[in-house]
C-alpha cells in the first residue's frame, strides 16, 4: 500500500486570492499578535503545524476578548496595516468579497480544494 503524501501549505504569499482563506487569516493574525515575525509565510508547514498556529492565535486572541478595540495601540496599529495590505492585494488577484459572503450564508468554507 502506497503511502500518503503529506500535502503542505503553499505560503501565505503563494495562496489563493493574496491570503484570502482560513490559513492566511490566521497567518495574519499570528503576524499581528506577535506570534511569528512579517516575514514567515508558513510555506511547507503541513496542517498539523497551522492546527497548532490557530491554536496559538486563538489563545492569545482571547486576552483581548477576540475584540480589535481591546488591542493595545501598537497591535492596532499592525491590525489596520496588516488587513490594509492584505486587502489591497486579494482584491487585485481578483477576491471578491460579496463572494465570501455568499458562501458564508450558503454554509461553504470559500477554501480552495488542495489548500490546507
Known sequence: MAEKEIRKYVGI????FGGMTDSGKIIRDAWILGILPESETCKGWTAEGIQNLWDKVNNKWGEYGFLVSNLPPDMRERFDRIQSAAIEK?????????LDIAQDEEGGTGEVDDEI
Do not use: M, S
Open 13 to 16: 504569499d503563494n495562496d489563493v
Open 90 to 98: 486579494a482584491k487585485t488577484e481578483g477576491w471578491n468579497p460579496e
